[in-house]
């Protein structure tokens, strides 16, 4: 028998609207406590999706995800595989902060699960880097801790999901299965960057708008 068809992708939302409902959400109790929501920073657009845990002290500040140290770390090996914000999506699984900086609660990742779906919805990534465990067993929907899941490859949809170190691990040091989480993030980005490199091109993401002129292939192919 042949294998069953893929599933369909699911539709593309209007994201800019879930966008405004995330901004003003009170779903949960996070709500009460925030300055303000975090979105998401970088390209929707893009193929690439860096999935975190939830903001911090200066991300509920500036409503950016990764704008303290672990961030700034993360700007940082980009770099070193020749990417940048620009090129990338970089969003959380909550998008509100938890008091204390604690970890998020099973609650408050289902109130928040519809906002980060909406946006894999949107961007059909093709590689998905989650950081750090609760990233990892969102997408991978299994109990499994990062230092075990670091090292494989999963598929959501005709994405490639790399689990990886969250930068703040990086920065607290130590060694894991005999490497420093930050040389194991730089060989993970490595690997996210050859996926993209050696990805075939890929359908368009919605239909063309018949208004617009057609887009050159070169611009259809263009990297991210
Ligand atoms: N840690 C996260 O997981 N996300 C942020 O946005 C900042 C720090």
Redesign the pocket.
Do not use: K, M
């Given at each position: 028998m042949p294998p069953p068809p893929p599933p369909e992708a699911p539709p593309r939302p209007d994201i800019t609207e879930i966008e405004r409902q995330a901004l003003s959400c009170t779903r949960c109790p996070l709500s009460q406590g925030r300055t303000q929501v975090?979105w998401a920073d970088g390209n929707l657009d893009s193929d690439i999706l860096f999935i975190?845990?939830?903001?911090?002290f200066h991300?509920d500040k500036q409503g950016k995800?990764?704008?303290?140290a672990?961030?700034q770390l993360l700007d940082k090996l980009l770099g070193e595989v020749g990417l940048d914000r620009t090129q990338v999506a970089?969003v959380?699984v909550l998008k509100c902060r938890p008091p204390g900086n604690r970890d998020p609660q099973p609650n408050e990742i289902e109130s928040c699960r519809p906002f980060l779906e909406a946006q894999l919805d949107h961007m059909r990534p093709r590689v998905i880097i989650t950081?750090?465990n609760f990233a990892t067993r969102f997408m991978i929907e299994q109990p499994i801790g990062i230092t075990k899941a670091r090292g494989q490859k999963f598929k959501f949809r005709d994405a490639c999901v790399i689990p990886t170190f969250?930068p703040?691990a990086a920065l607290r040091g130590g060694r894991f299965g005999g490497m420093s989480p930050i040389d194991a993030i730089r060989q993970d980005l490595q690997l996210a960057r050859r996926v993209i490199d050696e990805a075939p091109p890929k359908p368009e993401k919605s239909e063309p708008d018949p208004t617009e002129p057609e887009e050159t292939e070169s611009e259809q192919l263009g990297l991210f």
């Open positions: 975090v975190g845990e939830a903001p911090g991300e995800p990764f704008v303290g672990a961030g970089i959380n950081l750090g969250h703040a």
